[in-house]
């Protein structure tokens, strides 16, 4: 089953904006200032752009549940995965910002690593925020349970385990 996510076009397209702004002011600096430390200061930080960019485009593409595993995918295609009997364990983490604003992420942990993926180190990450949640969470139960796989519910600091995850993470 493929679940979407609320907010896909418009984080992604906003990376994508910045990143292409950033990309040409890149540019017209170094063809104006010639090549020297401005330049090199500007054409520094265009990693960390790409890295932010690539982030928020993994982490609200399609995921998919089915029978093999759990995936990312963007039409269509793979772009991360991790079999059933490579999941180790989820970690189920509720953040509650300053302002009062709650946020939910789902780290689903690999017990193989894989070498392909650099930045999560083969981890697949994920937000509550996706349509049919409940749906999600009645899907994923069934799996973690028929693969024994250690849920970790993470709120307010405290941590507990569990053996399915919640609607609401209230610990």
Same mark, same amino acid.
């Given at each position: 089953?493929?679940?979407? =996510? ?20 890149? #540019? ?6 010639? =090549?020297? +430390? ?12 790409? %890295?932010?960019? @690539?982030?928020? =485009? %993994? ?5 998919? %549940? ?7 995918? =963007?039409?269509?295609?793979?772009? +991360? ?5 490579? %999941? *180790?364990?989820? *970690? ?8 009062? *604003? ?10 193989? *690593? ?10 697949? #990450?994920?937000?509550?925020?996706? @349509?049919?949640?409940?749906?999600? #969470?009645?899907?994923?139960?069934? @799996? ?28």
């Amino acid at each position: 089953m493929v679940f979407k =996510f609320l907010n896909f076009p418009s984080l992604s397209l906003g990376a994508i904006v910045i990143f292409f702004i950033y990309t040409c002011v890149t #540019v017209a600096v170094t063809v104006s200032a010639g =090549f020297g +430390q401005g330049a090199l200061a500007v054409l520094g930080l265009f990693p960390l752009l790409a %890295i932010a960019w @690539y982030s928020a =485009f %993994i982490m609200e593409s399609d995921l998919v %549940i089915d029978d093999t595993g759990i995936s990312r995918a =963007f039409k269509g295609k793979t772009l +991360q995965s991790l079999d059933w009997e490579n %999941i *180790k364990s989820f *970690k189920d983490l509720t953040i509650v910002a300053p302002g009062g *604003k709650v946020s939910r992420f789902f780290h689903v942990h690999p017990i193989k *690593k894989s070498k392909i993926h650099i930045l999560s180190g083969g981890r697949v #990450v994920f937000s509550s925020r996706m @349509y049919n949640f409940e749906e999600f #969470v009645k899907l994923i139960n069934g @799996y973690i349970k028929f693969y024994r796989i250690r849920v970790d519910a993470v709120n307010n600091g405290e941590c507990i385990s569990r053996n399915e995850i919640f609607v609401d993470n209230l610990i």
